[in-house]
């Protein structure tokens, strides 16, 4: 150890506490949206959340007694987004949510839908048996200067909105698809402004894409034990720590206090309408702007949310006996409906290891008894699964997932025609119809164990 002098130690303790000082200032007067408060923030909450996954059981708090009253159609209002080449969806959207026991209350005063066109007469309303508020010209009339009056997202709701009025409906769904992605863009702001101003006073308002589906009983527990008068921001957290922003078709939550702090900043939402003409994800634009104000996205609860199918969600190991709240994706003909009947009876929160029970062709337990099956329960691949060539056959694959070295693997699937076994530290139930010559497998085992970890108490 050197030999500093006392009179030198005292000086360098100075001068690093000076400098701790300035840089603590230089901090705290960045913007909150600064790309280091950023990083720091984002950097922060992966290590706490890594540590409190490692050391605790994360879901332990929602075992414990309600903290907050919660009524779900009248304590949170609802903001559904459609368009004209999607609003086919939302009559069985509305249908299989009210096969849960009511989640949305009554229109206009539980729930809102958001569209990017303006009905022509009173029948075209009433084909979807709800109002459809025009998301895209409340922007164009009300939030958007001459300067911009022109932009080229306009000139294609002007087109679309033409091609209705003058009655072309395969032109019209056309252009509604082909547009759609760039339009739903403006709808994000204009639409929460919108349901915070009629649906005021809210403990909660959540944005739900036209083929969402909500768990009841999974999504009471979350809010029943969060305080809606602190800025929450939750969802299913992608993107990087510039953008992190809680993906839409997932479900978005903001608290209603989340709600005051952003539209008490006019100029922060101004500023907001004038990106939504070129920003290409309106989830993003939520994320970005609520981070002017200080909001960012809370990850401690994002495990809760799902951005899949029953059939295609990813079951992993560190959520097996966590509450699902959410579906996206229920986009075939019947799809939504057939969830919400299958999901009537579900009193208490839904577990993600519970799905293959409701939605399973067969039984979990079956693959102990038959470890290999028509089908694909790996799914897409990608940087995190794993492929071995020049496998002889299932049995091999089987072993190469059970044998794997650290136990990661969960599930896998042996593609006979390339010799090919994947796996994956995940599994899904798979499609029904699948390519010829894969069979698939779950490590049984493996997930047999992570079962029994479920609390008998949800």
């Known amino acids: 150890m050197l030999n500093v002098p006392r009179r030198l130690r005292r000086r360098l303790v100075l001068v690093a506490v000076l400098v701790a000082l300035a840089l603590s200032v230089w901090y705290i007067a960045l913007p909150p949206d600064s790309a280091v408060r950023l990083a720091v923030g984002f950097n922060s909450a992966r290590l706490f959340n890594h540590v409190r996954g490692a050391v605790t059981n994360r879901d332990g708090w929602l075992w414990k007694p309600a903290r907050h009253r919660l009524e779900l159609r009248s304590d949170v209002g609802f903001l559904i987004k459609t368009g004209y080449g999607t609003r086919h969806r939302v009559p069985q959207q509305l249908e299989a949510l009210a096969r849960s026991g009511g989640v949305l209350g009554d229109e206009g005063r539980g729930f809102l839908v958001v569209g990017d066109w303006t009905t022509v007469n009173e ?93 009841k009983p999974s999504l009471e527990l979350l809010l029943s034990h969060l305080d809606p008068t602190e800025a929450h921001y939750v969802g299913n957290a992608v993107g990087d720590y510039k953008g992190r922003f809680a993906h839409g078709g997932s479900a978005v939550l903001l608290s209603g206090e989340a709600m005051r702090v952003l539209f008490s900043r006019p100029d922060v939402v101004a500023s907001a309408y004038a990106e939504s003409l070129d920003e290409t994800w309106g989830d993003r ?147 029904e119809k699948t390519r010829d010559g894969v069979v698939s497998g779950i490590n049984w085992k493996k997930a047999e164990r992570l079962m029994q970890r479920c609390p008998l108490t949800w």
């Open 285 to 431: 634009l939520v994320a970005t702007t609520l981070q002017k104000v200080g909001i960012r996205i809370d990850e401690r609860y994002c495990h809760h949310f799902n951005g899949e199918a029953p059939e295609m969600t990813r079951i992993r190991e560190d959520r097996v006996c966590s509450p699902i709240v959410s579906f996206h994706g229920l986009r075939k003909p019947g799809a939504m409906v057939a969830v919400g009947r299958a999901l009537a009876g579900v009193t208490k929160p839904l577990l993600w290891g519970q799905l293959w029970e409701l939605f399973g062709r067969q039984p979990m337990e079956a693959y102990g008894k038959t470890p290999s099956r028509p089908g694909d329960h790996v799914g897409p691949r990608d940087e995190q699964t794993r492929t071995w060539k020049g496998v002889g056959g299932d049995d091999e694959c089987r072993e190469r997932c059970e044998g794997s070295g650290g136990g990661w693997c969960l599930a896998w699937a042996y593609d006979a025609g390339a010799g090919a076994c994947h796996g994956s530290p995940w599994m899904i139930i798979g499609e």
């Open 123 to 215: 029948t075209d309303g009433m084909l979807l048996g709800v109002e459809v508020h025009d998301a895209i010209k409340m922007v164009m009339e009300t939030k958007i200067d001459k300067e911009h009056a022109e932009h080229q997202r306009f000139g294609k709701y002007r087109s679309l909105q033409g091609t209705v009025a003058a009655g072309d409906e395969e032109r019209a769904r056309h252009l509604g698809q082909t547009y759609g992605w760039e339009l739903d863009a403006l709808k994000f702001i204009m639409g929460m402004e919108f349901a915070y101003r009629r649906m005021p006073l809210k403990k909660w308002y959540i944005i739900l894409d036209d083929d969402t589906y909500l768990v």
